[in-house]
């Protein structure tokens, strides 16, 4: 598999989950599309300022909503590795 195709079905499989999480950018790749998503999922970033949480608390309850969602579960181990890269590119 390439991987492009590897992270357009990365990114379908974070959008199953996270269906209100959308990205209208036609000059982003998937990519860079997915990229941005699981950032800001990981900074807390869509939630008001007040309210956020820290990394390892988002990443903890991503991972959790990974593990307990019905994905099959190689899609669920592939976003998994997804975001523990993620933490570890943020400086985790």
């Not at 598999?1 to 959308?22: A, F, G, T, V």
């Amino acid at each position: 598999m390439s991987k492009n195709s590897e992270e357009k079905s990365l990114l379908d499989i974070y959008q199953s989950i996270w269906n209100n999480r959308i990205v209208m950018n036609e000059e982003m790749s998937e990519e860079e599309i997915l990229f941005e998503l699981v950032k800001r999922e990981l900074l807390d970033e869509n939630s008001h300022p007040r309210a956020r949480k820290g990394r390892y608390e988002k990443f903890y309850m991503s991972i959790a909503r990974i593990v307990d969602s019905s994905l099959a579960e190689q899609e669920k181990m592939e976003l998994i590795t997804y975001y523990s890269q993620m933490m570890e590119g943020l400086g985790a």
